[in-house]
């Protein structure tokens, strides 16, 4: 299925290259000023364009089509859409026989018996952050002031230096290559209590969004897997006052399922762009055969770096479920 959340409720729907991608949201409360103006800084962060990122070229402005009503949400369902403007379908010709090797060409072929649509990934595709990215943008306008968010690339390519990224990258691209990322978020404000135990942990509705996101291989908090490595006078959080406020935050914010208080930090792992331009061998439905495939179109060469503002509205989109509870 296609939606998320019990008391904020999203819908995505579109394909990379077919008539454009959307959202459909549910549970929005009446009265938030909302216009395509508030869309612009988060779908900016998502563009392409720039080093390291797909040259494909989409405005992305928003049309608002239902729920607003003289710049102000009416409580009914908001539906947002983006049209595909910069679409080149025949780069995609051939693909729905020779999968992308770790692509969704054959898992989607699979599971559809051959009628999914194979153009750019299709409902697959990354284009549908786009959707998700407007999501975030309401989600945000619904959670408290004091609720801030500050998500960054902390890695890329197994490298932590930021200095070193730019080098990466044209490395990367000169040997027809890509290559990974972490991205990390951090959010700021949030009261203690948000959450459910077990189930719909705080945690858990994170992680659930975030590996909804394409590429999206790794979900971690607060010390993350580093502390399995620890012991627990080096992990545990030190309470500092009647508050909440801990000495350290290895809990990343979130204990028991819920949060306490404390700074919210995670981190996701967007594995390599699985489409590249070097040459590969892989399965040819056609002929039969393991066969020479290379891939054409307009690819990033490191997809976290547009993946950042998917992250925070991937959380921001739990965090609002969370708290219309």
């Known amino acids: 299925m296609n939606q998320f959340g019990h008391h904020f409720r999203l819908s995505i729907w579109g394909e990379s290259h077919g008539y454009g991608v959307g959202v459909v949201l549910d549970g929005v409360p009446a009265g938030i000023p909302l216009s395509a103006e ?3 800084a988060d779908m900016a962060r998502r563009r ?11 405005a992305d402005v928003p049309a608002l089509r239902s729920g607003i009503y003289e710049g102000r949400t009416t409580g009914a369902p908001i539906a947002i859409e983006f049209v595909n403007a910069n679409v080149r379908s025949q780069d995609y010709a051939g693909l729905r026989d020779h999968c992308r090797p770790s692509h969704a060409d054959l898992t989607a072929r699979q599971r559809f018996d051959g ?8 409902h697959f595709s ?3 952050t786009a959707a998700l990215t407007a999501a975030g943008v309401v989600a945000k306008k619904m959670l408290p002031k004091e609720v801030t968010f500050s998500t960054r690339l902390v890695e890329i390519g197994g490298c932590d230096s930021p200095e070193r990224f730019d080098a990466i990258l044209r490395e990367a691209a000169a040997a027809r290559d890509s290559v990974g990322g972490v991205v990390e978020c951090r959010v700021q404000g949030i009261p203690a209590g948000w959450g459910e135990p077990f189930f719909d942990s705080a945690e858990s509705l994170v992680a659930h969004l975030l590996f909804a996101v394409p590429a999206v291989k790794g979900v971690e908090f607060g010390s993350g897997f580093a502390a399995a490595r620890m012991r627990g006078s080096e992990h545990n959080d030190p309470i500092l006052d009647a508050e909440g406020r801990t000495a350290t935050n290895h809990a990343g914010g979130i204990v028991g399922g819920l949060t306490n208080g404390n700074e919210l930090v995670v981190r996701a792992a967007v594995k390599p762009t699985p489409s590249i331009a070097r040459e590969q061998h892989t399965y040819n439905f056609a002929t039969g055969r393991v066969e020479p495939l290379v891939i054409r179109g307009r690819h990033d060469v490191c997809v976290a770096l547009r993946g950042a503002v ?9 965090l609002a479920d969370l708290i219309r509870r």
Do not use: Q, Y
């Open 310 to 318: 998917v992250v925070e509205a991937a959380v921001a989109i739990a």
């Open 38 to 40: 508030d869309f612009e």
């Open 126 to 128: 990354a284009r549908l």
């Open 48 to 58: 392409g364009g720039a080093p390291g990122t797909t040259p494909r070229s989409e």
């Open 115 to 122: 009628c999914n649509d194979p153009r750019g990934g299709g």
